[in-house]
């Protein structure tokens, strides 16, 4: 339990800094949206479900990738407009960080929640159905940033950020799929020995 209480420390630490003083309050808002949903739902059904430490830990990550998203906006991160002038790049790319973990984290809690619940019973097309629903989500995401941006105008136009790519829609998506296919191929093994412990 300490470890939880570690990472919920840091969590609400890094969600005030997010919104205090944020570049854009609406997109900082909307940025932020789904971490607090999500610690929410994790809340919610802690003591009917509790994930292994480790895929906690990975949802906290994703929730500072929002939050820094959130506070910075996507397209104005300082250390990736760093990384852009240095390697001569288009565009602030730290929205493709967001969105590969938007594969990646998805990835671990499917995975994890399909394991323990015995979801799916031909192994064989495991993994397929795990990259297909990140894939989905990543999908519908997409579809929310286009409603958004279309319903509030210009004050969406930081939440859509495609800083001119026109390609950004699919750019993400596919993020979002490498991010799914890593993180299954990278942290299975991590995760099944914390699910033995279980």
């Given at each position: 339990?300490?470890?939880?209480?570690?990472?919920?420390?840091?969590?609400f630490?890094?969600?005030?800094?997010?919104?205090?003083?944020?570049?854009?309050v609406?997109?900082?808002f909307?940025?932020?949206?789904?971490a607090?949903?999500?610690?929410?739902?994790?809340?919610?059904?802690?003591?009917?479900?509790?994930?292994?430490?480790?895929t906690?830990?990975?949802i906290?990550?994703?929730?500072?990738?929002?939050?820094?998203?959130?506070?910075?906006?996507?397209?104005?991160?300082?250390?990736?407009?760093?990384?852009?002038?240095?390697?001569?790049?288009?565009?602030n790319?730290?929205?493709?960080v967001?969105?590969?973990a938007?594969?990646?984290v998805?990835?671990?809690?499917?995975?994890?929640l399909?394991?323990?619940?015995?979801?799916i019973?031909?192994?064989?097309?495991f993994n397929?159905?795990i990259v297909?629903?990140?894939?989905?989500?990543?999908?519908?995401?997409?579809?929310?940033e286009w409603?958004v941006?279309?319903?509030?105008?210009?004050?969406?136009?930081?939440?859509?950020g495609?800083?001119?790519d026109?390609?950004?829609t699919q750019?993400?998506m596919?993020?979002?799929?490498?991010?799914?296919?890593?993180?299954?191929?990278?942290?299975?093994?991590?995760?099944?020995?914390?699910?033995?412990?279980?």
């Amino acid at each position: 339990m300490k470890y939880i209480y570690l990472m919920l420390i840091v969590f609400f630490g890094t969600f005030l800094w997010s919104v205090i003083n944020p570049k854009e309050v609406f997109t900082c808002f909307l940025e932020i949206i789904p971490a607090i949903i999500g610690i929410l739902v994790l809340a919610f059904t802690f003591n009917k479900f509790r994930f292994t430490n480790f895929t906690y830990f990975l949802i906290l990550i994703h929730c500072i990738i929002l939050f820094i998203g959130g506070h910075y906006t996507y397209a104005e991160v300082p250390f990736f407009d760093y990384i852009k002038d240095a390697f001569h790049q288009s565009r602030n790319n730290y929205d493709k960080v967001g969105h590969f973990a938007q594969g990646l984290v998805p990835a671990m809690i499917i995975r994890e929640l399909f394991i323990r619940k015995n979801v799916i019973s031909n192994k064989s097309f495991f993994n397929f159905i795990i990259v297909s629903i990140c894939l989905a989500i990543s999908a519908a995401y997409e579809w929310i940033e286009w409603f958004v941006s279309i319903a509030s105008g210009d004050e969406g136009d930081a939440f859509l950020g495609t800083q001119g790519d026109i390609w950004d829609t699919q750019s993400d998506m596919l993020f979002a799929t490498i991010g799914a296919i890593t993180g299954l191929i990278l942290f299975s093994k991590i995760q099944d020995k914390q699910l033995q412990k279980i």
